[in-house]
């Protein structure tokens, strides 16, 4: 009886000091999640700022990886998302034919007027089959001089992504990867969207 008596504390003990290694690596792991190294980048929190058109913004607990495959720039050159890195990206996935992109565009073009420079830009890319003259047409309509011609006219980007209805918009991070989505069109130049673009843009800034 007494040689199980003290067993029994010395079990306790041993339990006790591996529930806290368990612990410890536990927190380990967490510091190393993709979703967390190498940024202060708060997404449930930033989430929580989300009103309006913004609440169709879903934020991903993890980040997403992007398509590597290249797309045609408005220059006639070849570029990929990754060559974005290092600045906040508003991706816009959009078609000349799609009445909701139209809808959104300029407001697209009034969130770049206000927000990009070096550390952020929002990108326009068409999907699909659109003509160039068409897709200068379409922008020259709706007054919008300041954002890209680029294309992806085998859909390869998009559907690498999982675009399969326009209008979509992602988030990508300074680390090139998806933090965020939005199916569907939204007023990107409503105050809502630029307090969480800079929020996006303040946290994630080099320190």
């Known amino acids: 009886m007494k040689r199980n008596a003290q067993k029994r ?6 339990y006790t000091g591996l529930a806290a290694i368990a612990i410890a690596a536990v927190g380990f792991v967490a510091l190393q999640n993709p979703a967390t190294a190498g940024s202060t980048l708060d997404t ?3 989430a929580e700022m989300r009103s309006g058109d913004m609440r169709k913004l879903n934020f ?5 990886a992007l398509s590597t495959k290249s797309f045609t720039t408005d220059d006639g050159g070849e570029a990929v998302l990754a060559d974005y890195e290092g600045k906040v990206i508003l991706l816009n996935f959009w078609a000349t034919w799609c ?3 139209r809808h959104e565009m300029p407001m697209l073009s009034a969130l770049q007027s206000e927000l990009g420079g070096e550390d952020f830009e929002v990108v326009t890319l068409a ?3 659109n003509l160039v003259p068409a897709m200068q047409r379409f922008f020259d309509d709706i007054g919008v001089t300041n954002l890209p011609l680029h294309r992806d006219p085998k859909q390869l980007v998009a559907r690498d992504m999982g675009v399969f209805g326009l209008p979509v918009t992602v988030i990508i991070d300074r680390e090139g990867r998806e933090i965020a989505r ?4 939204a007023d990107w130049s409503s105050d809502n969207a630029r307090a969480i673009l800079s929020a ?3 946290q994630t800034a080099a320190h």
Request: proline share 11%.
């Open 9 to 14: 504390p010395l079990a306790g003990l041993v």
């Open 44 to 46: 449930a929190e930033i």
């Open 60 to 64: 991903h607990s993890d980040p997403r």
């Open 99 to 101: 009445a909701p992109c």
């Open 127 to 129: 999907t699909g089959r």
């Open 182 to 185: 939005l199916q569907g069109d």
């Open 200 to 202: 996006v843009i303040d």
